[in-house]
């Protein structure tokens, strides 16, 4: 039974990742309004919001909150960044969110996501650092 559940979890993860293949190209065509315009953030934190929308915000949604297309099949639910920082497994700095991107989380969705490289996973941790706090 627990094999089933892993098993449709990891189904979900993919389903979404196919799903969403492609979408940066169409979220540009609709400009959509964001909370805070990409020419204002810095560029490494921008570099990591680019790597965030094509690989995290089908789970965890556009800002962060949990809610992407995908977390609604997941469980444990998809973090939301504006959660207190007891709540995250590694917690919310950099480090802590570097740790989760190059491990994942065991008994959870949360996959490793070490081969994007070091680069682009500093960025990231930096951006979600950014959306805890705005």
């Known amino acids: 039974m627990k094999k089933n559940i892993?098993?449709?979890i990891f189904l979900?993860?993919?389903l979404s990742l196919v799903l969403n293949c492609g979408k940066k190209e169409?979220?540009?065509a609709t400009t959509e309004?964001?909370?805070k315009p990409a020419a204002t953030l810095d560029p490494e934190v921008a570099k990591g919001k680019e790597a965030f929308d094509i690989n995290c915000a089908s789970c965890h949604g556009a800002t962060g909150a949990g809610d992407g297309v995908a977390?609604?099949?997941l469980n444990p639910k998809p973090r939301n960044y504006?959660?207190?920082a007891s709540e995250w497994k590694n917690g919310n700095t950099e480090?802590?969110?570097l740790k989760t991107l190059n491990e994942g989380i065991k008994g959870s969705p949360m996959v490793a996501y070490k081969h994007l490289g070091d680069d682009t996973l500093?960025?990231?941790a930096k951006y979600v650092v950014h959306l805890t706090k705005n």
Request: proline share 8%.
């Open 6 to 8: 892993y098993q449709l």
């Open 12 to 14: 979900s993860v993919i």
């Open 26 to 28: 169409e979220k540009e």
């Open 33 to 35: 309004p964001e909370t």
């Open 71 to 73: 977390a609604a099949s």
């Open 82 to 84: 504006k959660a207190p």
């Open 95 to 97: 480090a802590g969110v």
């Open 122 to 124: 500093k960025a990231l």
